[in-house]
């Protein structure tokens, strides 16, 4: 690749001095070529040689671990750190744009207050004081919403809703609030853990674990390692879902299966498992298999999910011949689907004796409770918040008086985004502790701007897909580049005020508590040295280390500890029946397509992205939906058309690309366009088929899912 004329210039002017004392320097000279666009709002890299620090990311759910380059203090660029077990030297395409993120024109740069149809700039002192008001009229009508579940800020928040009398603490939708959900129906303790390295065959029921499943950043890498070029082919990964995404594309085998039909194979699997002379001496083993025999036959599961009885044995014999086999059930689009999906592939996993064991899933425990009264996990993850703003919406629940959306979008991320709306606009006040002026900042009473993990210190446990504990902390890469101050830190303040004790004066001080108490789990710091999954396997115990010695080293601290598991029972694992699409009007079944590099529920589309974005994806101002040409045909409708894609509670325009790739009778439609808010790099880019998503009843649960929405081309 020749150097490019930016690149060549920076190098002669010495704009990416210090480049040739790191390991990676032509990649830096490229970096300092991208941060040289003539964007205003991108800084211009100083003169100077470069300095790693390490970090965290939580743009996506993979949770990597970073390394950020500075130049004389400032981040210009952002890494997988090679030390961190979740990043082994990964990083996900909305992590590499941190460092720009910083200055993004859609940042929030000071608190801002609605007057009218306006949000104004105010003061900090202003700001705490009308939340400070807004918190003591509303008393216990209060709620909050996180889309945090492994960082001490939610615990705050949480904390503060219980301090006043509230029992409305919500996690937003993800696969792993269903993934808890399902664990806690089967009787499970703690959490659950995947142990992929170790794993030599891997069936991927749903779950994009390239993508949008758990820590895919660490799967990715887990495949990669063990699969060298020219090398033997150590775990084979067979992946089942309605499209041929980048997922399938490098997968050992790909199997297309119906959208919302994922329990139904997982247990159409488990059927031939039984009939084969599986058994299971756990708990509840009797009624599942009852339950999968009248329930799961494979007449009925492929009326479900469009495989051949004999596709569905196949899959049986790979795991029941496997030595160390692995089933990973979930959402292809990381949410709505529900948990009976994952309860199945559990089931499965607990049927081929995989639990507790290397390769297979661990039960591990949650993170200590440190702040005074915060909500358990489980009571959070039993508040269900799309349930809860549907019933505000239809008016058979009132809105809360103040809701505090906590690095959340509700606004944009929701099924039935309108409905959404509509009741997220009933919410008395609304306060939205963001970075960024997304759809619910926009719409907020109060916008309180929160620094990005690179300004401020944060904290995670043990992001969902882990196959042991881990804890990593960030601290300050860089002070502020705007008026922002931690949420955490704001609701502690105003809490003090209101006379609300939450044991803690600065979140600083409740990450050292959290340090300080998962000490007693016993661990180690991670590195090359002391790789989690070869010590799960018995290679070797490396020296134990505090937790807070392991963090201020910017080290990941690791735990091999886990909880009592023989509770866990498969008689809550199967139920109902394996059915087809409903089919009648609305006779094509929607599958969204998540793809990091156009954004996440949490983050847009950043703007170094935009250039990733296909001419059969998104162009002048449209987007486009993938099916087959088959499916194209049978409705009139062929490559570039425009269609009015319907469901039962709205509609979405786009254009068709025809992907032979897609299932027959599906709809493939990419998640992460239509935002009406951000910025000009992420607006005016087609439609948000959130608006499609039509929140159903999920089997057995009467809890909403809405995987497998159906809809038609109008």
Known sequence: MGMGRRAFIGLVVGGTAGTLLTPIPWKLTDDASIWSQNWPWIPRVPNGDFELKPSLSKLDNSGVGVNVVTVKGRPCAVYGNPEHPLSRGGISSLAVNEAELLYSPSR???????????????????????????????????????????????????????????????YMPAEQVDAGRAWLRLGGQGMVGYDIENADMVLAIGADIFESWGTHVRNAQAFNKANPMGGEQAMRVVYASPIKNRGAAVADAWVPVLPGSEAALALGIAYHLIQG???????????????????????????????????????????ASAKRPLVIAGSSFGQGGGQNAVAAGLALNLLLGRLNKAGGIYALP??????????????????????????????????????????????????????????????????????????????????????????????????????WVNYTVATPVIAPVFDAVPAADVL???????????????????????????????????????????????GGAPSSSGVSDAVQAGKAWVSMATVNASGLSLAKAAVGQAAAPAGGEFPLVLAPLFELNVGSSKVAIPPH????????????????????????????????????????????????????????????????????????????????????????SEPGVAAPFWAGSMVKIA
């Open 492 to 538: 502690l303040q105003v809490a003090s005020g209101l006379g609300h004790n939450l044991g803690f004066e600065s979140f600083e001080d409740v990450v050292k508590a959290k340090a300080e108490a998962l000490n007693a789990m016993g661990g180690f710091a991670a590195g090359a040295k002391a790789e989690p999954w070869k010590v799960r396997v018995g």
């Open 108 to 170: 929030v740069q000071s608190p801002l207050k609605r007057e009218g149809d306006s949000l104004i700039p105010i003061s900090w002192d202003d700001a705490k004081a009308l939340l400070a008001e807004k918190l003591k009229a509303a008393g216990s009508d209060v709620a909050c919403v996180s889309g945090d579940d492994t960082g001490s800020g939610t615990d705050v928040f949480s904390a503060f809703v219980a301090a006043a009398g509230s029992k409305l603490c919500f």
């Open 277 to 319: 002379g599986a058994t299971s001496g756990g708990p509840g083993f009797e009624a599942f298999r009852s339950a999968v025999r009248s329930g799961y036959s494979p007449e009925k599961v492929q009326q479900a999910t469009g495989l051949t009885p004999e596709q569905v044995a196949d899959l049986a014999k790979r795991l």
């Open 366 to 467: 949650e993170a200590p409770a440190v702040v005074q009264g915060s909500m358990p996990r489980r009571q959070i993850l039993a508040n269900d918040f799309v349930d809860y703003m549907l019933k505000v919406g239809a008016e058979q629940t009132k809105a809360p008086a103040v809701l505090l959306a906590y690095e959340a979008n509700p606004a944009y991320a929701l099924p039935q985004t309108e409905l959404m709306a509509q009741a997220l606009d009933k919410v008395g006040f609304l306060v939205s502790f963001s970075s960024f002026m997304d759809e619910t900042a926009a719409m907020a009473d109060l916008v309180l701007p929160t620094p990005l993990v690179m300004e401020r210190m944060e904290d995670m446990y043990t992001p969902y897909g882990s196959g």
């Open 609 to 696: 992205n935009v250039s990733t974005i296909r001419d059969t994806e998104a162009a002048n101002g449209h987007f486009f939906v993938r099916m087959n040409s088959a499916t194209a045909s049978k409705y009139g409708t062929g490559q570039g058309k425009q269609v009015t894609i319907a469901s039962k509670t709205s509609s979405i325009k786009a254009r068709v690309s025809i992907d032979e790739g897609v299932m027959d009778g599906v709809v493939a439609a990419p998640l992460g366009f239509g935002h009406t808010a951000w910025d000009k790099f992420a607006q005016n880019k087609g439609d948000n088929v959130s608006k499609v998503l039509t929140v159903a």
